[in-house]
């Protein structure tokens, strides 16, 4: 069973604060990836430090898991944390939460002989929850969450991105 208490009362404190000073909701996030060598990325951000990498048959060492595997993984993990919090905010017990990602993609794109979009071609998400609250009171929870998830918003609406360029010349 999930202690939902600290979590409910952590979403409160949370909640009231924001409410009081909502300039404190609005931040920056920065992730810095590096490759020094093949296809190994470093990703640190704050105290977190996460290797991605292909597989060895696409020309990686496969040191870590694909971006793909942290893409899917971080939407999975968003939904999952999700239902968990809201279940907390609402008092609805909760045992269990697992959450599936399954996407289909092709990777002709990726290698240039495909004129498929590059990204997911669809994305679907089984959500099963252990839980003695009737379903209606679930769904209402899963609904809830999901309107509110940055991670499901990340996938489902078009985000405004943009890129520069800075160029380092190597020491001669």
């Not at 949370?14 to 490759?35: H, Q, Y």
């Not at 977190?48 to 990686?60: F, I, N, P, T």
């Not at 793909?68 to 939460?97: D, F, K, N």
């Not at 003695?132 to 769904?139: H, I, N, S, V, Y």
């Amino acid at each position: 069973m999930i202690d939902t208490q600290p979590i409910a009362a952590a979403f409160a404190r949370i909640a009231d604060k924001l409410r009081r000073e909502p300039e404190r909701g609005r931040n920056t996030a920065v992730s810095r990836t590096t490759v020094d060598s093949g296809l190994t990325c470093e990703v640190e951000e704050g105290p977190w430090r996460l290797v991605a990498d292909m597989s060895e048959k696409a020309g990686g060492a496969g040191k870590g898991p694909t971006p793909g595997t942290l893409g899917r993984a971080a939407l999975g993990s968003c939904l999952a944390i999700g239902y968990v919090l809201e279940a907390a905010r609402a008092g609805v017990p909760i045992e269990r939460v697992e959450v599936e990602v399954q996407t289909d993609f092709d990777d002709g794109a990726l290698f240039g002989v495909s004129e498929a979009h590059p990204g997911y071609l669809d994305v679907r998400v089984e959500v099963t929850l252990c839980s003695g609250a009737p379903e209606a009171t679930l769904r209402r929870v899963v609904d809830a969450a999901d309107a509110r998830s940055p991670y499901l918003d990340v996938f489902t609406r078009a985000q405004s991105t943009r890129s520069s360029l800075r160029v380092v010349r190597p020491e001669e």
